[in-house]
């Protein structure tokens, strides 16, 4: 099982960008997609989730700016944010659980003041 994030980047405080995530090796309409994020020096946090009926989860500090979802033909979960903040900037990590935990690797989103 593996997942490829991507979708990252630099952009200024009150701009958008959008993650997505590509999975392989398992049935990912069957699976709850996660994304997480770890700024410097803190600890990795949820940022949304979605579970296979759609049923949609955010962290109180993205709520109204970020939306996960979800496009199970083409195996894959994205994640929308709007209105970004400097607080936002980390390292953005794709999860899900298919008999083991699963993570992609990270990508980068900053966001200037």
């Known amino acids: 099982v593996q997942l490829q994030a991507s979708g990252g980047g630099f952009v200024q405080a009150g701009g958008s960008l959008r993650l997505s995530c590509v999975s392989s090796g398992m049935v990912n309409r069957l699976a709850t997609m996660r994304w997480y994020r770890q700024a410097p020096g803190k600890q990795r946090e949820l940022v949304a989730g979605?579970?296979?009926?759609?049923?949609?989860n955010y962290t109180d500090s993205v709520k109204g700016r970020f939306t996960i979802s979800r496009d199970n033909a083409r195996k894959a979960v994205y994640l929308q944010m709007n209105s970004l903040e400097p607080d936002d900037t980390a390292v953005y990590y794709c999860?899900?659980?298919?008999?083991?935990?699963?993570w992609g690797r990270g990508t980068l989103v900053t966001v200037s003041s």
């Open positions: 979605i579970s296979p009926d759609g049923t949609t």
């Open positions: 999860n899900t659980y298919w008999r083991r935990d699963v």
